[in-house]
């Protein structure tokens, strides 16, 4: 849903302008938010409101501009491009949706460079911290006018052939081993190195192809075309493939916002899709994924 079919544009009524309302349910809903932040926000003279016969509303013009803030006129509006990081349920909500954004696909660190640069107007990332994901990653670099939302959790570990099976378990099982690789800077790449570390390895310990795998289907496809033995990826990638899976990292995929791109009709289009059951159906078979957090708040610009 947009923002336009949210707040309704300006009424006409026999060629006089009035202005059109919201409820506090209603901004609520739109901020994604609880009502009792609003009523603070409200009391605290934070956000424009009303008091109407005694109830609370919000005049819709004004709300606009109070959530796109005084310099977006000046902000040159953003390409409808989602960058960053490829993940299989994103990517057929994307199409299924009908919403016209266009993927960009080459990784997180690339999402979030092009999202800094103004390149695009979301970028899917799912960079592995100390305490977690993403937050830090991105708090450091003094973003504005940004949101952190999350879009699932995903189960990630080794996808291994089924000749090699039996004896990998764990990634201290890869030494010696054919492993398909990620490009550098993506979230994969990074747990991948940080996990080849605690087991004592670096990739010099490993056999490792020419060709880079682009997306988690590229490396599940490595693996099942006996390219290699084993690749880092996540749960969904494994079953169409009918590769074993060896869990290692419950991970969180989030998608890192606009503000002000956030309220157009392309990624509206998006999320009210991803309210329906028919997302739900496809996330369940897929597989690996949990839905709990989705559209959920993680992070917001200062």
Known sequence: MSLESIMGNTLHDTGTQQLQFLTTKEVADLLRVKERKVYDLAAANEIPHRR??????????????WIEGPTAAATPERPGVLAGSHDPLLDWAVHASGCGLAM???????????????????AGLH??????????????????????????????????????????????????????????????????????ADAG????????????????????SAVAAGEADAALGIETAARPFKLAFVPLAEECFDLLIDRRSFFTPPVQMLFEFARTSEFRDKAAALGGYDLAGHGSVRWLSA
């Open 52 to 65: 109407i016969t005694g109830k609370l509303l919000f005049p819709a013009a004004e709300l606009r501009s």
């Open 201 to 220: 390895l670096s990739e010099a310990d490993l056999t490792t192809g020419p060709a880079t795998a682009h997306t988690e289907n590229d490396a599940a």
């Open 127 to 196: 960079l592995p911290e100390e305490n977690g994901w993403n937050v830090a990653s991105i708090s450091e670099l003094g973003l504005k006018d940004a949101v952190l939302i999350s879009w699932a959790s995903r189960k990630r570990g080794l996808l291994v052939s089924r000749e090699a099976a039996p004896a990998v378990r764990s990634v201290a099982d890869l030494k010696g081993r054919r492993v398909a690789m990620r490009q550098p800077g993506t979230g994969t790449a990074l747990l991948f190195s940080r996990l080849l």
């Open 104 to 122: 960009l696909c080459n990784g997180s660190a690339d999402g979030l460079n092009r999202f800094a640069a103004g390149d695009a107007a979301l």
